[in-house]
């Protein structure tokens, strides 16, 4: 018979070896396409668009890439005059 010390330490190990461990990967969403008159700026998942001086813009001014790899929200935002 094992002194209780050493079933203890076995118990825990085994309880330890069977908690599921969530490793996260991480997706890649590609550049949603050109901006005329702006540009991205890249951070982690998300971009910010930003409009050259005198152009305003129309739609979100940043999308976050989800975890289907796919930007959102997914229309394309615009830099207009």
Not at 38 to 52: A, K, M, Q, V
Not at 55 to 69: A, D, E, M
């Amino acid at each position: 018979m094992l002194p209780s010390q050493y079933s203890t330490l076995i118990l825990v190990s085994v309880l330890v070896m069977l908690v599921p461990v969530h490793v996260q990967t991480e997706t890649y969403c590609t550049l949603p396409g050109y901006l005329y008159n702006g540009y991205y700026e890249r951070i982690s998942n998300t971009l910010i668009i930003r409009c050259d001086a005198g152009y305003t813009l129309i739609g979100s001014p940043q999308q976050v890439c989800n975890s289907l790899g796919m930007w959102d929200p997914p229309e394309i935002p615009k830099c207009v005059s």
